[in-house]
């Protein structure tokens, strides 16, 4: 049976500088550079070494391998001098075989390469390409007869459930290296057996599955899958999976196990401050655990492969997922074929998992192109793979704004979604209704979807006038409400995704007094803050009854009477000032009250058993804290 030996400590760094230093992994060489402004981390070649002692196996009967979970953006691997792999692209996994490499000591060289090119995606976008080994790297120990470890970057082993009315069906596809025959096992989330089967590829009939049925009832079942020699198990691959049905309806939008289920949730990027892309399967955890205090019920993992541990935890918070390549922004001539081969390993890694529903093959790639008529090429190559692949999912791309409606890039794949920022980058939030309403006009029988919307929003920067391009709190709030009060008015539309539920790091950028980075975010990067943006959309999606008061960090007014905004999921929100109550108002979400100010003022919203607080205080001349500094730069954006 397999064993796993984790290589992540004692490794010797070589950075940009030309320097050696020790390292453990994750790690990557511009969590600080790729965060602090000005467009100038050092992309580049550096170099990871570490030596390891052979693994006890018998070279007999057992092979060892060398995994790779992620290596941004190009890596080449060699052992005692020898190259064993190359691997062009950044987010997923790759092996290598290195059995008859092995010497009592070995030495592991890795030379990751996050350079300019013209064939490796990402090469432009909004958000640092971090370099470095970011993810677990591990030996394997299998028998020569094994569950295929070559394939993809795969487990080697393909579950699809289909739902046959009160069935369902559940093929499992294995691919084996050398000789044996294959036992599978399927036990419910107790732990009970209720399926098992034999070959390589079967089907077994499930009756009365227990659906994974979304946020509500994520459930899940355990496949093993055996290797069986001369009666001996010799390998075991567990995978999860559920079993669920889904569809689209241009004119009613997605549909879960039959039933309508509106999409709506957030973008996530991986990275955290100080830390770039080398985070913790802990901080994993804890993004989860925001989305799902938010009360979303979908995900767009944007704009790559993201961690394995990730997809899992999708799977078990019951997350509706868009899984993507970084196919974005800029089509590149010579890069087709790293478009493939990214879009090879998304698909074959993660295909067992219940949360995706599914794939995307580009993002704003229409922003920039020097041949418009490969670049229409592309996604239809990657849409037809998607489709030979997988017949079980959709796909879907992202469109920018001056992208427009008839624009054939918009037509490829099955479902469609657009980047649009109306009222934000440009005025008039009442676009995105006009927008939205000409699109459905014209295609009325092609589902539509918002992927992305969004403004800055610093919670240390506020305003009595908030308005398009101050980052204020209050402005990304009252942007946030009107686009929440659209999709009410749209029904229809398959999905909405917020851009972004985390700050995150953009070194291109030079914004909202913090350059390096990109402050849509619902959340700031650090994990640290809610703004009042994230208490808005936990009024409107979360179960989990609470109460907020809006603009607690602006708390020093020049005016004798402010506006207070209070954000609920309760009907009722009493607000009392100084300890005596002023009003109670019934309505949804969104509470506000008129409040006098003398001198500091406490303010306490009260909903059903919940209680915020507020001090405000009356002074003479506004902050100047709260206002934005304008900087040296005039970028408005990345591009």
Excluded at 186 to 207: F, I, N, R
Excluded at 407 to 425: E, K, R
Excluded at 439 to 447: A, G, I, K, Q, V
Aim: charged share 25%.
């Amino acid at each position: 049976m397999r064993t796993v030996t984790k290589l992540m400590k004692n490794w010797q760094f070589t950075g940009p500088d030309g320097k050696t230093a020790a390292v453990e992994l994750p790690h990557t060489w511009n969590h600080i550079d790729g965060q602090d402004g000005g467009n100038d981390y050092k992309r580049g070649s550096c170099t990871y070494q570490t030596t390891f002692a052979k693994p006890a196996f018998d070279a007999n009967t057992q092979q060892v391998w060398l995994q790779f979970e992620g290596v941004n953006a190009s890596a080449a691997v060699t052992l005692n001098g020898t190259e064993v792999i190359r691997h062009d692209g950044g987010y997923s996994t790759f092996r290598a075989d290195i059995t008859a490499l092995l010497a009592e000591q070995n030495t592991l060289t890795v030379i990751a390469d996050n350079s300019k090119n013209d064939r490796v995606y990402p090469q432009k976008a909004d958000f640092t390409f971090y370099g470095g080994i970011y993810r677990d790297v591990s030996l394997l120990v299998v028998s020569k007869n094994h569950i295929a470890l070559n394939y993809l970057g795969s487990c080697g082993v393909r579950i699809t459930p289909t739902v046959k009315g009160s069935s369902a069906d559940i093929r499992v596809q294995t691919r084996v290296e050398g000789e044996g025959e294959v036992e599978i096992t399927v036990t419910d989330a107790a732990g009970s057996t209720v399926l098992t089967g034999t070959g390589a590829d079967t089907t077994l009939t499930m009756q009365h599955p227990h659906l994974w049925d979304g946020v509500r009832d994520p459930y899940l079942y355990t496949c093993v899958v055996r290797l069986m020699k001369d009666g001996q198990p010799v390998d075991e691959v567990t995978q999860r999976f559920g079993v669920r049905s889904f569809s689209v309806d241009p004119k009613q939008g997605f549909f879960l196990n039959g039933r309508a289920y509106p999409l709506h949730g957030v973008s996530r990027h991986q990275d955290r401050k100080g830390l770039g892309n080398a985070i913790t399967r802990e901080m994993h955890d804890e993004d989860m655990q925001l989305i799902k205090e938010l009360g979303a019920n979908t995900v767009r993992l944007a704009h790559y492969q993201h961690d394995q541990y990730f997809y899992d935890l999708c799977d078990e918070a019951g997350m509706v997922v868009w899984a993507e390549i970084p196919y974005i922004s800029e089509h590149m001539p010579g890069g087709r074929a790293n478009t493939i081969s990214q879009m090879q390993e998304l698909i074959e890694q993660n295909y067992n998992h219940a949360c995706i529903v599914c794939w995307g093959v580009s993002n704003e790639i229409t922003i920039s192109t020097k041949d418009k008529r490969d670049m229409l090429d592309n996604p239809r190559v990657l849409n037809d793979l998607c489709h030979k692949m997988d017949d079980t999912r959709l796909t879907t791309l992202a469109c920018y704004a001056m992208c427009g409606p008839f624009n054939p890039v918009a037509h490829i794949t099955d479902l469609v979604s657009w980047n649009l920022y109306l009222g934000w980058y440009v005025p008039g939030l009442f676009l995105n209704d006009l927008w939205m309403d000409f699109f459905h006009l014209c295609y009325p029988n092609r589902p539509l979807g918002f992927s992305e919307y969004g403004a800055e929003g610093m919670p240390n920067l506020h305003s009595e006038h908030p308005r398009r391009g101050d980052h204020t709190e209050e402005y990304q709030a009252i942007y946030h409400e009107y686009m929440l009060r659209c999709f009410e008015r749209h029904p229809w539309l398959w999905s909405t995704h917020v851009w972004n539920m985390f700050d995150f790091a953009a070194d291109a950028r030079d914004q909202g007094g913090e350059p390096g980075m990109n402050h849509k975010g619902l959340v700031t990067f650090d994990r640290k803050t809610k703004k009042d943006s994230f208490y808005l959309y936990k009024a409107w999606w979360s179960e989990d009854p609470f109460v907020h008061i809006c603009a607690k960090r602006f708390a020093e007014r020049t005016r004798s009477e402010i506006e207070v905004k209070v954000y609920s999921n309760q009907k009722s929100v009493a607000l009392f000032v100084n300890g005596e109550k002023l009003a109670e108002q019934t309505g949804e979400h969104v509470f506000t009250f008129k409040v006098k100010l003398n001198g500091e003022t406490k303010v306490q919203a009260v909903a059903g058993d919940h209680i915020d607080e507020a001090v405000f205080t009356k002074v003479s001349t506004p902050n100047p804290d709260y206002k934005l500094t304008k900087g040296k730069t005039k970028s408005a954006n990345w591009v």
